[in-house]
């Protein structure tokens, strides 16, 4: 019974090269969330999507970057033109379908970008 | 601004005591309440959640109380084992539909350490 999967584990890029993060939700859930987390922070919430949609992308910056949860394959969070302030922990999170009200989101392992 | 707020950076407790981890919020829109459980490296791990229309919530040696008038939750933990050393995040979501329902708001977290 896999949980949440993301891929790569650990991504270091360059400034200014494009940043490509996966997350794989849990069977059976329809609905991913990304979060990013800043060293000695809490997890910021930046956008909820389900198939096919982006449902709230309220907490993504305006530039640079993207989510899509297409159809087929796994939900990705696109960052282009890399900076140094875009090193963190980006976390995907899935729940299953949302019926009357929230309800638990299941956290994958992680991907932690550097930025050199 | 700070929306959900865990002032103790760290706690230390003796193996076999009760651990007692707070959280306050100031957004009143807030009546879905989790606590998450973090190691090194790894995602988040949901632990115990509360709605705002009860106000305590137990599962195991984990106990979550809610104090809605006060804006106060806190996560008790009875009897701390040393596997229970970790950094636990308190989070909390508003329960209507529509954009911004869905997404958790996370304090900085409070990193436990159970002493043998």
């Known amino acids: 019974n896999a949980g949440v999967m993301q891929n790569p584990r650990h991504l270091v890029r360059r400034r200014g090269q494009e940043a490509r993060l996966r997350c794989s939700p849990m069977?059976?859930?329809?609905?991913v969330y990304w979060y990013r987390q800043l060293p000695e922070e809490g997890l910021k919430f930046m956008v909820y999507?389900?198939?096919?949609?982006?449902?709230?992308e309220s907490g993504m910056p305006k530039e640079r970057f993207s989510a899509e949860f297409p159809k087929e394959g796994p939900s990705i969070l696109r960052i282009q033109q890399v900076v140094r302030g875009d090193s963190a922990a980006y976390f995907c999170?899935?729940?299953?379908?949302?019926?009357?009200?929230?309800?638990?989101?299941?956290f994958g392992p992680g991907t932690r970008l550097t930025v050199t | 601004d700070q929306q959900v707020k865990q002032n103790s950076p760290s706690l230390s407790v003796q193996e076999g005591r009760i651990s007692i981890l707070n959280c306050d919020y100031t957004?009143?829109?807030?009546?879905?309440f989790l606590w998450y459980k973090k190691y090194p490296a790894e995602g988040p791990t949901f632990l115990i959640s509360i709605s705002s229309i009860k106000d305590k919530n137990e599962d195991g040696r984990f106990t979550v109380f809610l104090n809605k008038s006060a804006k106060h939750l806190s996560l008790h933990i009875v009897p701390s084992q040393p596997g229970d050393s970790a950094v636990y995040f308190c989070?909390?979501?508003?329960?209507?539909?529509?954009?911004?329902?869905?997404?958790?708001?996370f304090g900085k977290g409070t990193k436990l350490s159970v002493i043998p």
């Open positions: 957004n009143s829109m807030f009546d879905y």
């Open positions: 989070a909390a979501s508003p329960s209507y539909s529509g954009a911004g329902s869905y997404q958790l708001t």
């Open positions: 069977k059976g859930h329809s609905h």
């Open positions: 999170a899935s729940s299953p379908r949302q019926t009357g009200g929230p309800v638990e989101q299941y």
């Open positions: 999507l389900q198939k096919e949609n982006i449902i709230d």
